[in-house]
């Protein structure tokens, strides 16, 4: 066997001949393994992920007050056992045996007290290493003919320098392969490689030459763009090209399939694809508090571990009242177990009824019962009943996405180190998890297609002459620094006989590589820096520095500018090129047709009386018809609306509901209440109803905003029950029903408070949670509050009464805002009288539904960006003037409010129409 070794060569094809036996090229993981089987020593890999457990194990075991890590280790002892164990791998695999005294060193002092403990640790890499090491001392064969290295023998780490002279000395021929000589020809190319090479040469060329070219792109895409066009430019000349992958290449292989190019398939890992997430979310979901948020994500994941009617009517249930246990949740739980019980039935089930409860008791354990206190943990045996769910769940789809078979595996990982672990914290628990998923697994469905093409993961993997180099996402490879290992440690590390690499040893080795691909270009070398990642800015890779010095170097007689912009091009300079013409190919390219912004269409044209009210009509539907048609026939007609994990209440929206139901719980208990006995009530109802209504305010670091928010709310309550009072007021109903009907469709309506004066006049209250009340205001002097008109017209038709008031209350502030006379001098003076907003909102209805007839549907905020596109005019002035129209007519006016509304990409309000 000969073996071409390098520190890089991990993972690159055996040989790159067309035929060949016998010849292999490796990186150390292979070679240990070749080593490992030849010495008969090959056994079952352990997953790091129970040596992390185990070496936990045996610093539980001498952990006290007094132990180094014992800071750490009480916070997060998982982390700490994973950073020990690193820092006692990378001693043993230096020839550490924990027997060595140590005076200078607490961490050495710890790590050997562990080491010397009698409790079980896996044999991990190092001990594989020193096991073949053992072996190869005592002279045991391998049977290799030669091993040719890479990088210079110094250049090894030391343990495998100190590998390299064993097996020299059983008769392995080592050699070293011949370092790169650069390029023979006049190009600039050739003269920077000279330069590097330290070789008297000629000067840059100044024109026309490509030979040598750091190319910058600002984003991806572009550069994808780019190199894809020069791959297809001559794909008959791609044989001689090599390309080192720097970065992800998702969006390269989507421009390389455009042009008909196989792909590179070098997608990079990731551990955040939806499939991934069920583990975490179904564990992350077993802690108290809940996590409203993250019971959400695992309801709304497209695979969820609970079918979609389950997750369907939880998901309703929160969007109505963000917590558990409400009365939200509790009916929905009601109609999940019908509608299982149901479906049971429908099969012939005979104990569908009992069925159904066990299945939502279990729904109800799993989702809100079954929490634990992340201080305390979580029992081993629910943690494993967690992820045994997960498997069942799972198991069943394995055929048909094996991405998911990694989950499973995972979930049986999860299984095997709780064992004996009785609970676990949450800390830990996340820990163990990170390191179970790892980085990630690969995307599936993108792999590497059969290429003309070499393609390397590594400069360092570059070991032979290549025609052509592509060097894509030249940028900062970033790569972690080496453990710091202070030279007192070193020092005694060293009388012992462990040599552990000095970081800069490692540098040098990785520049070497870089160096070794750039030398190895024989006719191109072209380094494509991509600016931007992810829209991120990145920094370019530390070689781009090098080769601009050696041009600057070689190219004397220019200015350090000049020479620099002989050699780098920017993809921008190559744009709206009819003639593409780039580092030797060509490309007739063809203009493409100017993409046009979405045409902005105020009108739409539909068939004649078919879009029309359904049966029944609300506050909210009125408001929308009149404010914006195409607005309404969306959400209204075309039941469009946000997914419901979109449309989880938070901040004011969350405190208002809230607020409401306090209301009405202590409404129903009595009809009248003193302001003192209100906010008392308030106080208790918020504390019984925030788990239900509010639960994110009971999470951690929230706790201010919770005491902020209780003291808000009573404060709300006092001050509404006061005015109630204050106005002579009494409570009728809460949530009173109020109907009607508009030409034939019935309008329904829910009154917050229905209150009567001494003389029996009814008054609707409606109760707002707003950070100002200066736009409700505006709108009752305005005369276009359409909901108090709405609901005094309801009220007016069923109490056949002359006098109905309405107002708002808003909350936050303690205002009472309306125009009845009730309010004696507190009252609002109107432009116009509720009534007459109403006919004038019936007015502007009769005119809609007429366009609706007649085909023809209005998106308002188009027809006022239309205006303010074509005149220039502001839209607070367009708005005023359509007001004044709309009442030249006799009708109503209402803001579309398009920065609110959820169409706006639909109609082409946003979205790049403007
Ligand atoms: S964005 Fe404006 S114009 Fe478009 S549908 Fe919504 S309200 Fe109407």
């Not at 989507?254 to 179904?282: N, T, Y």
């Not at 008791?361 to 206190?373: T, Y």
Request: net charge negative.
């Amino acid at each position: 066997m000969r073996i071409i070794f390098g520190m890089y060569l991990d993972g690159v094809p055996w040989s790159n001949q067309l035929a060949s036996i016998g010849e292999v090229r490796t990186g150390p993981w292979g070679l240990l393994s070749i080593l490992e089987t030849r010495l008969g020593l090959s056994g079952l890999p352990v997953h790091p992920v129970h040596r992390i457990d185990e070496y936990m194990r045996r610093m539980e075991h001498i952990d006290c007050d007094t132990a180094w890590f014992h800071n750490s280790f009480a916070d997060d002892p998982w982390s700490t056992a994973r950073q020990m164990l690193m820092w006692r791998d990378e001693l043993v695999e230096a020839g550490w045996q924990g027997d060595m005294n140590t005076v200078s060193s607490l961490r050495l002092q710890a790590l050997t007290e562990l080491e010397n403990l009698d409790l079980p640790l896996s044999p991990g890499r190092p001990e594989r290493l020193r096991k073949v090491i053992k072996q190869l001392e005592k002279g045991n064969k391998v049977g290799i003919a030669s091993i040719n290295l890479v990088e210079p023998w110094k250049l090894l780490p030391p343990v495998w320098g100190y590998l390299m002279g064993l097996l020299q000395e059983q008769g392995v021929r080592i050699g070293q392969l011949p370092q790169p000589t650069g390029s023979k020809h006049t190009s600039n190319l050739a003269a920077v490689q000279n330069i590097l090479l330290g070789n008297a040469g000629h000067g840059l060329v100044p024109l026309k030459d490509d030979s040598l070219v750091l190319l910058e792109a600002d984003n991806e895409w572009q550069a994808a763009e780019h190199l894809a066009l020069w791959l297809a430019a001559a794909p008959d000349f791609n044989e001689q090209v090599t390309i080192i992958c720097g970065s992800d290449t998702s969006i390269l292989d989507q421009a390389l399939k455009r042009r008909g190019l196989p792909c590179l398939g070098r997608a990079e890992i990731s551990r955040w694809r939806q499939v991934q997430q069920i583990l975490p979310l179904m564990l992350a979901n077993a802690w108290k508090p809940v996590d409203i948020r993250l019971l959400v994500e695992m309801l709304s994941l497209t695979k969820t571990p609970f079918p979609w009617f389950v997750c369907h009517s939880l998901l309703r249930a929160i969007a109505e009242e963000p917590g558990v246990g409400g009365r939200a949740w509790e009916m929905a739980l009601d109609e999940i177990e019908t509608s299982y019980r149901e479906r049971l039935a429908k099969h012939g089930d005979t104990q569908s009824a009992e069925k159904a409860r066990q299945y939502v008791q279990q729904l109800q354990g799993i989702l809100v019962e079954e929490r634990f206190d992340p201080g305390e943990g979580i029992p081993e045996g629910v943690l494993r009943d967690r992820c045994q769910k997960v498997i069942n769940w799972l198991g069943k789809g394995l055929d048909k996405d094996p991405m998911l078979i990694e989950i499973v595996s995972q979930a049986r990982e999860m299984q095997k180190i709780a064992l004996g672990k009785g609970k676990i914290p949450r800390v830990t628990l996340e820990r163990m998890l990170d390191t179970v998923i790892g980085a990630g697994s690969q995307n599936l469905d993108i792999y590497e297609e059969s290429a003309s093409w070499h393609v390397v993961d590594h400069p360092g993997q570059v070991i032979e002459p290549c025609r052509e180099i592509i060097w894509w996402g030249f940028q900062d490879p970033m790569t972690s620094s080496s453990t710091y290992w202070s030279q007192p440690e070193r020092s005694e590390l060293q009388a012992a006989g462990v040599f552990i690499e000095e970081a800069r040893c490692f540098r040098h080795r990785e520049a070497k590589a870089w160096q070794q691909a750039f030398l190895n270009a024989k006719e191109r070398f072209i380094a494509i820096y991509i600016a931007r990642m992810d829209g991120e800015a990145v920094s370019h890779h530390p070689y781009w520095d090098t080769i601009c010095q050696a041009v600057t170097q070689t190219g004397k007689e220019y200015t350090g500018e000049e020479a620099r912009k002989m050699v780098v091009r920017k993809c921008k300079e190559f744009d709206n090129q009819e003639n593409w013409a780039f580092a030797g190919r060509n490309h007739t390219l063809k203009k493409v047709d100017g993409a046009k912004p979405v045409e902005l269409i105020p009108a739409y044209r539909v068939p004649e009386k078919v879009i029309k009210p359904k049966a029944k009509l609300s506050y909210s539907q009125i408001s929308a018809l009149i404010a914006c048609p195409m607005k309404w026939a969306l959400q209204y007609y075309a039941g469009l609306s946000l997914p419901q994990s979109q449309a989880i209440p938070s901040g004011n929206q969350m405190l208002g509901t809230l607020c409401h139901r306090i209301v009405e719980e202590l409404y129903a208990v009595q009809k009248q209440w003193q302001p003192e006995a209100a906010a008392k009530g308030a106080g208790n109802l918020y504390d019984q109803l925030l788990p239900s209504m509010a639960s994110e305010l009971l999470l951690e670091g929230r706790m201010v905003e919770k005491h902020r928010y209780r003291e808000e709310i009573i404060r709300a309550i006092y001050t509404l029950v006061e005015a109630i009072n204050r106005y002579g007021l009494t409570v009728e109903a809460t949530e009173a029903p109020l109907e009607g009907e508009i030409n034939g469709i019935s309008l329904t309506g829910y009154a917050d408070l229905l209150l009567r004066d001494h003389g029996g006049q009814a008054f609707v209250l409606d109760m707002k949670w707003s950070i100002s009340a200066k736009y409700m205001r505006q709108e009752v002097e305005d005369g276009s509050a359409l909901q108090l008109a709405t609901y005094a017209w309801m009220l007016k038709n069923a109490e056949a009464a002359p006098d109905v008031h309405a107002g708002y209350f808003m909350l936050a502030q303690g205002q009472f805002i309306s125009d009845s006379p009730l309010l004696g001098s507190n009252a609002v003076i109107p432009a116009r009288s509720l009534e007459e907003t109403w006919d004038m909102a019936v007015a502007t209805l009769d005119e809609v539904w007429n366009d609706l007839e007649q085909g023809s549907l209005k998106a308002h905020g188009i027809e006022e960006l239309w205006t303010h596109m074509q005149s220039g005019e502001s839209f607070d002035k367009i708005r005023a003037q359509r007001q004044e129209q709309y009442l030249e007519k006799g009708m109503l006016y209402l803001n579309p409010l398009c920065e609110y509304c959820d169409f706006g990409r639909l109609c082409g309000w946003s979205g790049g129409s403007k």
